[in-house]
């Protein structure tokens, strides 16, 4: 939307302004004036630019997600009643991941709270990890002043990791300045202790956590054999790959680990790819939807205007914008008034009025239908059915859409449900694959072994250019990565590395320094000469595993 309203700015300048903007959204006390959106202490062009922004989410009748919290907040702060209204209806509210909240939710919960409401929240300020997006764990660390009479319950006990793995995260948190004191225990005792590698580079890194998954469930390929790999099976992994996780601080790192995974044939599954909503040709498909839905959806409307083509090119296009503009309307409104248009050709209104007749059919129908019979409906009506036979590829993802829609879902909960999906919630703990994440999104989860990668200066703790560390919050997320683990931890670092465009050589991580030496075993990767794998006949046997 921002390309469309400033088709000047650069990529990096619209990201910047995004988060310029969504900073603000999150900062109640710089919208809220007088009761009225403003903002203060922000240069006119921010202010110019803020304002174009909304005007457009306006006549697209569209709210963005930081709108989602602070519109209500608006809303309650100009209209007392409405507020009392849903502090009646909200007689218990329960916060989960409390540490995580920025100011914007600070203050909704703030607005649907009064004495006689029940309030629960849950956290651990030791996790508060989002400060990029926004939120301050100091909402969570000033609750009991906020609620003088509420009760504390410290839930110490640790059901997840062995105590080994407990020991070793409490030392590397305790060193943060505000960190609060919680004996945390466990009745899993081990002793094995954390393995700590030293790799010569990124890719002998990847190798050797290859390498040890082999160790733990089996031989996977012919490589394996190759490289010498085979019959070093351990048989410490309860449930065979789906128990392991290979976690990194950014997806840079990812490439290396991949190469490798795949050469070894450990199968695996990552958070690194386009999730599956934000592949090009599923985005249009929801497009579709979403102009069904709301046709003044602008973004949807422009990505969908032409598929199948149907004759409204560049230059009809360019015309119904000037006509939006200089109308102060919708780009759907401008389409609507296409005949009213006199430098439109009759040509090029024919295929513009039979797309809004097309639309406003569907629409008359969607009180009656569910979204599967809305799928085949729209294939029917815009002609998609012939243009298939030479798109096989748009095919198959409509065709998967389908799959994922669920028994008698109708059109708003489908695209509600899609538009709040997290990047994890497509993650399948129960496929016999290994999980390939970032440190970020494996928090909530969990795993019998958990190796992580990257244990270096520059990458843990992150280090952008020209930026400072906010050594506290990586501190933190680091914590987050080790307690993903049940039974085993195995950490490395490599003395040289290829990222963002260099190699570089980096120390090892000071955090690795904070882990007293009865806890860890440093080792010295053993990695044979990566070869390439033979061509072989297919093992039948082998691929009965999967």
């Known amino acids: 939307m921002l390309k469309n309203i400033f088709p000047t700015l650069t990529v990096k300048e619209y990201r910047e302004l995004a988060k310029e903007i969504s900073d603000l959204k999150n900062n109640p006390a710089s919208i809220l004036s007088n009761d009225s959106p ?9 202010f ?12 697209n009748k569209a709210f963005d997600f930081d709108d989602l919290i602070m519109q209500p ?16 209806k909200f007689l218990y509210i329960s916060i989960d991941e409390y540490q995580d909240i920025n100011s914007a939710q600070y203050k909704l919960m703030q607005q649907l709270t009064t004495p006689e409401t029940n309030l629960l929240v849950i956290g651990d300020p030791d996790q508060a990890i989002y400060g990029f997006r926004g939120s ?3 909402f969570f660390l000033q609750f009991k002043k906020d609620f003088p009479d509420a009760k504390v319950f410290r839930l110490e006990k640790n059901y997840r ?13 305790k060193k943060n300045s505000d960190h609060q004191q919680i004996n945390i225990w466990s009745n899993f005792f081990s002793d094995t202790r954390i393995d700590i590698f030293q790799t010569p580079s990124e890719k002998s890194e990847a190798e050797t956590i290859v390498h040890q998954i082999e160790k733990m469930v089996g031989a996977t390929s012919f490589f394996s054999v190759d490289s010498g790999r085979a019959g070093e099976n351990e048989n410490d992994v309860d449930s065979g790959f789906s128990e392991i996780a290979v976690l ?7 490439f290396a680990l991949e190469e490798a995974f795949l050469r070894s044939g450990i199968p695996y599954q990552t958070f690194g790819d386009v999730p599956f909503y934000e592949i090009p040709e599923v985005k249009e498909i929801i497009s579709f939807l979403k102009v069904i839905q709301n046709p003044h959806s602008e973004i949807n409307l422009h990505r969908i205007i032409n598929i199948p083509p149907r004759g409204i090119g560049e230059q009809t296009l360019n015309i119904l914008m000037k006509y939006q503009k200089d109308n102060e309307i919708s780009l759907w409104q401008a389409m609507e008034r296409s005949h009213y248009i006199a430098v439109l050709s009759t040509t090029q209104k024919q295929p513009i009025e039979h797309f809004v007749k097309t639309v406003e059919h569907i629409q008359a129908k969607l009180p009656k239908i569910k979204i599967i019979e809305l799928i085949e409906l729209i294939l029917n009506k815009f002609g998609f059915n012939s243009y298939f036979k030479n798109d096989k590829k748009r095919q198959h993802y409509w065709q998967e859409i389908k799959k994922k829609t669920e028994s008698g879902e109708e059109l708003n909960k489908f695209l509600e449900r899609i538009t709040l999906q997290k990047e994890t919630d497509c993650f399948n703990p129960k496929a016999e694959k290994v999980a390939l994440m970032t440190l970020h999104a494996a928090k909530g989860l969990e795993f019998s072994v958990v190796f992580i ?13 020209k930026k400072p560390i906010d050594i506290e919050e990586e501190r933190r997320l680091f914590y987050v990565g080790m307690t993903r683990a049940k039974r085993r931890l195995i950490l490395l670092h490599a003395k040289s590395r290829f990222l963002f465009g260099e190699r570089k050589s980096n120390p090892v991580s000071r955090f690795l320094n904070d882990i ?14 990566k070869q390439k794998p033979k061509a072989q006949p297919e093992d039948k046997s082998q691929m009965e595993l999967f």
């Open 73 to 88: 907040i608006i809303l309650f702060n100009t209209h007392p009643d409405i507020k009392q209204k849903y502090q009646e």
């Open 453 to 465: 990668a990257g244990c270096e200066e520059g990458l843990i703790p992150f280090h952008k250019k």
């Open 48 to 59: 110019f630019k803020y304002n174009e922004y909304q005007k457009a989410l306006q006549r």
């Open 38 to 46: 403003a903002i203060p202490e922000k240069t006119d062009q921010l």
């Open 161 to 173: 990791s062995d105590s080994t793995i407990l020991k070793a995260s409490s030392q590397i948190i």
């Open 248 to 254: 990194y601080r950014t997806r840079a790192q990812l």
């Open 516 to 529: 007293e030496q009865a806890l860890k075993e440093n080792r010295l990767a053993q990695i044979k000469d």
């Open 136 to 138: 301050d764990r100091k």
